[in-house]
């Protein structure tokens, strides 16, 4: 392939993988909202992944987001940190918390599932301003392929099973 053959086809290809990646992340946003509307509904959390007129070849699931706790109001957690444990302060031209001390109580209030820090050597359970538990990972959901199941996708490409049924814009060429 020579010079203009091998800039062609990558040109072809980078066209192709842009509109493939924008219908991509449409068709999983229309997926996560089906997805969560069924979960609400009926409790459905998953669902199975036929082709046009061929076998289960996937798995899709909605998975839980998860919660972390993390400072929202660095003002009132940092004043806690010097009125409670002065030495985990580090004092520049800022008053600031030493993050190991902040990554480890954000470690186990997560835990704990609760904006409370307890002193394992007082016992005293104290309620941590300026931390809330809070979303961290967003809810989403995943596509678990069975064994032969990409396989099978890329053979109904080829053979041109996709086209009406799954990926009418990619086919139509922009056309209306």
Known sequence: MNLKEAAAREAALKTLLDVVEAE???ARAETRT???SAAETTGV???AVTLPDGPDIATVSLSSGEAAAKVVDEEAYTAWVRD???TEVERRFI???RPAFTDRLLKQMTAAG???YADPETGVIHEVPGVAIA???ARTHSVRFKKDGRDQV???WREGRLTAAILPELTAGGAE
């Open 45 to 47: 959390r998953q669902v």
């Open 84 to 86: 409670h444990y002065a």
């Open 114 to 116: 609760a904006a409370e």
């Open 24 to 26: 991509y992340k449409a």
């Open 34 to 36: 089906a997805l969560e």
């Open 154 to 156: 890329m053979q109904a």
């Open 135 to 137: 979303p961290a990972r």
């Open 95 to 97: 008053t600031a918390v």
